[in-house]
């Protein structure tokens, strides 16, 4: 059973940074694609970046100027670096992973995900 466990949340000031961590286990993540999304209260869950085995990387327009993705396979676990946070980055921050190399920010596309992380920037 796939389990997958993020950290590294919490209430930051805007301008401030924080990095997430995702720990997965439960299975071999090689051919596996590890990614971030967030949700915004009263918002639809918005894919923000992935990473493929390979190292492919892949980033929403909205963040790519700000948020760095990482990974590091022998460990299983997948890093969200986000700089310059803002008010509007207030959300919960979820992991997921799909099979394959495909990356889509289609959420209803990834099989398995984390239970979240809180992430509250203060103005």
């Known amino acids: 059973q796939v389990q997958l466990v993020e950290s590294g949340g919490g209430l930051v000031q805007a301008g401030g940074s924080l990095r997430l961590s995702c720990a997965a286990s439960g299975r071999t993540f090689s051919n596996y694609v590890m990614g971030w999304f967030r949700q915004a209260p009263g918002k639809e869950r918005e894919f923000l970046a992935a990473?493929?085995?390979?190292?492919?990387?892949y980033y929403s327009d909205s963040v790519k100027d700000r948020f760095i993705i990482s990974r590091d396979n022998a460990k299983n676990t997948v890093y969200l670096q986000i700089n310059s946070l803002k008010p509007d980055d207030t959300a919960v921050y979820y992991c997921a992973v799909r099979p394959g190399t495909v990356v889509t920010g289609a959420a209803r596309l990834w099989t398995d995900w984390g239970q979240g992380t809180q992430v509250t920037v203060s103005s």
């Open positions: 990473r493929a085995w390979s190292g492919g990387t």
